[in-house]
């Protein structure tokens, strides 16, 4: 079946739970946009693209997971990991320098 054509919230969705997913991979795919836009601009001065970049990718995760598009789940997956690394290792490193 074809979607309906009319926007980005028009394709159809079946249940209230449809949108909510959709609109939580919104967010994490503007979460990571936004680290990175950070992240470009002011380089590692800031926990914001840390942050944003753990939430992003989990946010992102559990829409793939929801719509069953595995190839994206893996990704994310392995995104949420090296962002949940690089907060770890930068809290260490701050803690180690006070």
Known sequence: M????????SNGFSTPMALYF????????GLLLAAYYVQA???????????????GSLFLLASALYTQ???????????????IRVVVIS????????
């Open 22 to 29: 959709d609109l939580i991979g919104w967010l994490g795919a």
């Open 2 to 9: 074809v979607a309906p054509l009319g926007g980005p919230f």
């Open 69 to 83: 598009t595995y190839p994206f789940v893996v990704l994310n997956f392995a995104w949420l990991i090296i962002a």
């Open 91 to 98: 809290k260490s490193s701050t803690e180690t320098t006070q």
């Open 41 to 55: 601009t002011h380089g590692s001065r800031t926990w914001v693209p840390k942050y944003f970049n753990v939430f």
